[in-house]
């Protein structure tokens, strides 16, 4: 399992409040989407906080994990506020995680590229229980129902119980959401594009 799993874990964990995170089931009633974006340079994988510069040409992956069976959508809105579906993609399949799956997106090893048009932007990752097409995945992006995003845990110390990240970076970058009462979760990270 590596780091970024093991963290991911632990952010769906404790978003999940009451509920209980034991060897990837959970016992929760309503579900929780998580997600940590990543920017590569080099080979090198940093976490992306929300509200971070970047520029033209860097490259970015998802990696998302939920505490129940979901379909898994990625939409980027431009700085125009455009909406494009990133995953699925074209003719591809639908994804589809199970329960404590960690899923990098897009899932054939590739990377997300940001083009050469700059402005405000933002990745959303939509989970839900029935799939949906491209319409209703947008609709409920624009209905912004879903802007119930909780935070990680703090930092806490390694003889304290609870949540450890390395660093504050990675506490900024992992963000969870719980399921609506309508099977969906929905978590939005925006960015500046220069």
């Given at each position: ?6 963290l ?6 404790a978003?999940?409040?009451n509920?209980t995170?034991n060897?990837?089931?959970?016992t929760?009633l309503?579900?929780v ?5 990543q920017q ?8 992306i ?15 998302a ?5 979901a ?20 003719d591809?399949?639908?994804i ?5 799956q960690?899923?990098?997106l ?9 083009d ?5 932007e ?9 799939s949906?097409?491209?319409s ?23 003889k ?5 990240f390395?660093?504050?970076e990675?506490?900024a ?9 309508k099977?969906t979760?929905?978590?939005r990270?925006s960015?500046?594009?220069?």
């Amino acid at each position: 399992m590596t780091r970024r799993t093991v963290l991911l874990a632990l952010c769906l964990s404790a978003c999940a409040g009451n509920s209980t995170w034991n060897a990837g089931k959970s016992t929760d009633l309503q579900g929780v989407v998580g997600l940590l974006m990543q920017q590569t340079d080099g080979g090198r994988h940093q976490p992306i906080p929300a509200g971070r510069t970047l520029h033209s040409g860097d490259r970015l992956n998802i990696v998302a994990q939920v505490t129940q069976p979901a379909f898994l959508y990625v939409v980027q809105e431009t700085g125009n506020h455009a909406l494009s579906m990133l995953v699925p993609g074209g003719d591809a399949p639908l994804i589809k995680a199970e329960l404590g799956q960690v899923l990098n997106l897009p899932s054939d090893g590739t990377w997300f590229q940001l083009d050469q048009q700059t402005g405000e932007e933002s990745l959303y990752l939509v989970a839900s229980e029935q799939s949906l097409d491209a319409s209703s995945v947008f609709h409920l992006i624009r209905s912004d129902a879903f802007e119930r995003v909780r935070d990680p845990p703090p930092i806490v110390g390694p003889k304290d119980r609870g949540i450890r990240f390395r660093t504050p970076e990675e506490r900024a970058a992992a963000r969870c959401a719980p399921f609506s009462a309508k099977g969906t979760g929905v978590l939005r990270l925006s960015y500046r594009h220069e």
